[in-house]
């Protein structure tokens, strides 16, 4: 069972910065898959970032270019550094991680970001 803590959240004004991490527990973290999704209101989850075991990285076509996800092994953390942000990242960020071999897949409780125009 892997148990995530996710942090940084909050408001900020068009155009600013934020930066989530996500503490993993539980498993061995170099077997596990990381990603952050994303549920604005009305809307389903959507995939905003994932960062693969091997360090593979690929994001969603409205985040690149201001989004950098990156992992760190020895502190069990993923982070999520969102630039330039628009109203319409205005979601609740929820940090998953997949394990690799069981393909167990486990949630973090989510983090608010609100992006004023």
């Known amino acids: 069972q892997v148990q995530l803590v996710e942090s940084g959240g909050g408001l900020v004004q068009s155009g600013g910065s934020l930066t989530l991490s996500c503490v993993a527990s539980?498993?061995?973290?170099?077997?596990?898959?990381m990603a952050w999704y994303r549920r604005a209101p009305g809307n389903q989850h959507e995939l905003v970032a994932r960062?693969?075991?091997?360090?593979?990285?690929n994001y969603r076509d409205s985040v690149k270019d201001r989004f950098t996800i990156s992992r760190d092994n020895a502190k069990s953390t993923v982070y999520l550094q969102m630039n330039s942000l628009k109203p319409e990242d205005t979601a609740v960020y929820y940090c998953?991680?997949?394990?690799?071999?069981?393909?167990?897949?486990?949630w973090g409780p989510g983090t608010q970001v609100t992006v004023s125009s």
């Open positions: 539980g498993d061995d973290y170099s077997n596990l898959d």
């Open positions: 960062v693969m075991y091997n360090f593979n990285i």
């Open positions: 998953n991680a997949q394990n690799r071999a069981s393909t167990a897949s486990y």
